[in-house]
């Protein structure tokens, strides 16, 4: 199956942090582990080729996936208007894209990518998906996908501790406490403002602003929300000339990219990262 592929840089969006279930296969396409189903997808000229375990609706679960319908052009003009650092190299940033994922599952992985680095929370995630998900079979290789709230709900600290998650073990069990008290408790986050869905995901053990935005932007298209690490905050008050400060930073992404916030931060990190392997 093709579809269009609207431009989009299959490699920097997928290895940018958003995603940990992502592998570069040896003919240069990409296999990733969805909610439902096991994917591959190669770059073909204008096209993606897309192959799947389940083909139902593939190009619509794909096109959503990648957010391909979302008109980056614009939004890209928007933001470098507001910004000479953006305008400048925005070229940089040519078909990078927010990818669109399950609530459920980014719910839980964020918690586990706190205080993380990226090798230990991919093998936390593979671990709890192997022990608890749905094993399925993709081009003579098995795949486990990641388990749902059913298959997670009884898990205790002890089962979490095994699989690695350190100190995060009780976050966990406090987040699957949430959804077994409110079992609407993602859904009911799609209709709040973003500043009420914040603290309605900070009101939980483990949860801060960091990674309730992280679950907003990469789980729900809040494209107003931006994460802020340590590394953020270096490069905001080192360019703009700020107070290197949570609220300070914060104030500054909201007056200036609005609604766009999340996409500007996402292109600040990407930005300096393809300058550093310009230089390598």
């Excluded at 069990?173 to 309605?200: G, H, V």
Aim: with cysteine; proline share 1%.
């Amino acid at each position: 199956m093709k579809i269009k592929s609207n431009g989009i840089n299959l490699y920097d969006t997928l290895f940018s942090g958003q995603c940990f279930r992502m592998e570069e296969e040896s003919d240069g396409s990409f296999t990733l582990i969805l909610s439902d189903r096991v994917i591959n997808i190669k770059e073909e000229g204008d096209y993606l080729v897309l192959d799947s375990n389940v083909l139902n609706d593939l190009d619509l679960v794909v096109t959503k996936y990648l957010d391909l319908e979302r008109d980056y052009q614009f939004i890209n003009s928007r933001i470098g208007d507001k910004c000479g650092i953006l305008r400048d190299n925005i070229h940089l940033c040519e078909g990078y894209r927010i990818l669109n994922q399950d609530k459920f599952e980014m719910f839980i992985t964020y918690i586990i990518s706190q205080n993380n680095n990226v090798k230990r929370i991919i093998g936390s995630v593979n671990k709890l998906s192997k022990l608890y998900g749905k094993r399925v079979y993709f081009r003579d290789k098995e795949y486990y996908l990641f388990p749902t709230f059913d298959e997670m709900k009884d898990i205790t600290l002890e089962e979490l501790k095994s699989i690695g998650v350190g100190f995060r073990d009780s976050y966990i069990r406090s987040a699957l406490n949430k959804l077994a008290e409110d079992s609407l408790f993602l859904d009911k986050i799609d209709m709040m403002s973003t500043d009420k869905a914040i603290k309605e995901l900070v009101s939980i053990k483990g949860i801060g602003i960091k990674v309730a935005s992280c679950i907003l932007l990469f789980a729900y298209g809040r494209l107003d929300t931006f994460p802020i690490d340590t590394w953020v905050r270096h490069f905001v008050s080192d360019y703009f000339s700020m107070k290197d400060e949570i609220n300070v930073i914060s104030k500054f992404m909201k007056e200036t990219f609005g609604e766009y916030s999340g996409i500007a931060i996402q292109y600040f990190y990407h930005i300096q990262r393809n300058k550093k392997r310009q230089e390598v």
